[in-house]
């Protein structure tokens, strides 16, 4: 069983930053899709960033141009850089990633860290 680690959630200020990483038990190689999701109070949880297969960034509308996903594979890990931050960044944040073995994709979940903008 693969497991995900977020670590460095917390409280920060309107225009602050924040960064976010993820520390899997797997090789990152190993997997096919990793990202970051959030959920807020009340909502459901969404996609905040992520690699595709192929290795491309995808980030939601609401945080291009602020947050930058990143991985490093010589220390196993994956980060998201958040700046400029908003209070409605204040979410949950979920790491993710999927494995692809024999035509079947088992989906992996952080346990979560929580951001909270606040003025």
């Known amino acids: 069983q693969v497991k995900l680690v977020e670590s460095g959630g917390g409280m920060a200020q309107p225009g602050g930053s924040l960064r976010l990483s993820c520390a899997p038990s797997a090789s990152i190689f190993s997997f096919n899709v990793m990202g970051w999701y959030r959920q807020a109070p009340g909502k459901e949880r969404e996609l905040v960033a992520a690699?595709?297969?192929?290795?491309?960034?995808n980030y939601a509308d609401s945080v291009k141009g602020r947050f930058t996903i990143s991985r490093d594979y010589a220390k196993n890990a994956m980060y998201l850089q958040m700046n400029s931050l908003k209070p409605e960044d204040t979410a949950v944040y979920y790491c993710?990633?999927?494995?692809?073995?024999?035509?079947?994709?088992?989906?992996?979940w952080g346990q979560g860290t929580q951001v909270t903008v606040f003025s």
């Open positions: 993710n990633a999927d494995q692809l073995i024999e035509g079947r994709k088992d989906d992996y």
């Open positions: 690699f595709t297969g192929s290795g491309d960034r």
